[in-house]
Every structure is written in structure tokens, then in C-alpha cells.
Antibody, heavy 118, light 109 residues
Framework: QVHLVQSGPEVKKPGSSVKVSCRAS????????FSWVRQVPGQGLEWMGR????????DNAQKFQGRVTITADKSTSTVYMELNSLRSEDTAVYYC???????????WGQGTLVIVSS | DIQMTQSPSSLSASIGDRVTITCQAS??????LNWYQQKPGKPPKLLIY???TLETGVPSRFSGSGSGTDFTFTISSLQPEDIATYYC???????????FGPGTKVDVK
């Protein structure tokens, strides 16, 4: 069984950074890509970017270009998403999601709430 | 970016009713469309991929159809556990970003 376990909730000040982790277990890490999708409370889903660890390939949504860094540590089967220059509008639940095929999210982490507040 | 729209934004139906949700893409995405179910406080769950293929373990009352720009998601007989928000999502190859529809909230009348 595949599990994606994310790090805990965060409270951050505007202008700071947050780094969220997502550890994968139960299946081959290198054979998949992993995306980050966020959801502002009460709103819809927004794709931020993805990493394919085996190729070290990263694709980011233009909206987050320059503010988001997605990395992976193959030794621990963990992917990370760091978001910089936080603003109140970044308050959201951040999900990691695995793709067994391009664009198809078959497993999701439990979500990490990030609150940006002064 | 490919824009996705869904209708209705919400609906109320009785248990046993047939429920239909439509999703429209701003350009041709072939059959590169997925449907997800999300319950409050939970991550989304993949139900349908490639517009019409049922994910393993998903009940057969869920189905999807369509291609190009117009897609339909159907619950043939609404069950209490189907109360959730449903999202479509496109993944046209090499056309980033991946985008979701705004969601359709389904509840019981």
C-alpha cells in the first residue's frame, strides 16, 4: 500500500518561507513523479509544480515561478516544496500527490495547513 | 493556460437519483481528463481517468464520458457516501500548468 505522509502544520510571517515535506512509502519512489497541489480554505485545487526524481526534472506553474522550489531526496523517498516570500493569500492546505502516469494523481498526502499571518 | 469550467457549481439530489456534472475545457484536450472526489478535510480521491476509465476499486455507479472540450461525469444512483465535491482536471501532454475545474458540490436534498 502506498502512503504519502506530509509534515505538520505551519504558521509563518509574511515575507518568510515555508518548506513542506512528503515522504513516500510502499512503492518504488523513482518510478513516479510527485506534484504539489494547494487548496485555499473553501476554494478549489491549484497545481503548483512537480518533480520526477529519476530524471531530476522539475516543472513549475508559471504563477509560482521564482517563488517555489521542489526537490527530492531519493535516499529517504521524500519530496519537498519550499515557498518563499509568503503572503496572506498563500494560506492554504498544501498536498503532495503521486502520478503513476502524466497528470494523473493516484495517491495523495494528508495535506499540510500553512497559515501566513502577521 | 487551459481553463476548466464545471456546471452546476452545486446541486442537491435525493438518494438513488442520477447525478450528472459537466466539465468544459477552453481548448481541445482529447481525453486527457480526470475526475476526483473530495470530502471535507480529506485529500481528493481519483475516480475516473482518461475521461472514462474507472479507477480500480471505485464503484461502478460512477462513470465518465466525453472528449475534446466537453465531458460528463455521472453517478447512476446517488448514495449517502457520495456527498462530496467533485473536480475535473485536465492534463494535456506538455501543456502546463495542469488545471482543475472549480468543483461541484453534491449534497442530499
Amino acid at each position: 500500500q502506498v502512503h504519502l505522509v506530509q509534515s505538520g502544520p505551519e504558521v509563518k510571517k509574511p515575507g518568510s518561507s515555508v518548506k513542506v515535506s512528503c515522504r513516500a512509502s510502499g512503492d518504488t519512489f523513482n518510478g513516479y513523479s510527485f506534484s504539489w497541489v494547494r487548496q485555499v480554505p473553501g476554494q478549489g485545487l491549484e497545481w503548483m509544480g512537480r518533480i520526477t526524481p529519476i530524471f531530476r526534472k522539475v516543472d513549475n506553474a508559471q504563477k509560482f515561478q521564482g517563488r517555489v522550489t521542489i526537490t527530492a531526496d531519493k535516499s529517504t523517498s521524500t519530496v519537498y516544496m519550499e515557498l518563499n516570500s509568503l503572503r496572506s493569500e498563500d494560506t492554504a492546505v498544501y498536498y503532495c500527490a503521486r502520478s503513476r502516469a502524466p497528470g494523473l494523481f493516484d495517491y495523495w498526502g494528508q495535506g499540510t495547513l500553512v497559515i501566513v499571518s502577521s | 493556460d487551459i481553463q476548466m469550467t464545471q456546471s452546476p457549481s452545486s446541486l442537491s439530489a435525493s438518494i438513488g437519483d442520477r447525478v450528472t456534472i459537466t466539465c468544459q475545457a477552453s481548448q481541445d484536450i482529447s481525453n486527457f481528463l480526470n475526475w476526483y472526489q473530495q470530502k471535507p478535510g480529506k485529500p481528493p480521491k481519483l475516480l475516473i481517468y482518461d475521461a472514462s476509465t474507472l479507477e480500480t476499486g471505485v464503484p461502478s455507479r460512477f462513470s465518465g464520458s466525453g472528449s475534446g472540450t466537453d465531458f460528463t461525469f455521472t453517478i447512476s444512483s446517488l448514495q449517502p457516501e457520495d456527498i462530496a465535491t467533485y473536480y475535473c482536471q485536465q492534463y494535456q501532454y506538455n501543456n502546463l500548468p495542469l488545471t482543475f475545474g472549480p468543483g461541484t458540490k453534491v449534497d442530499v436534498k
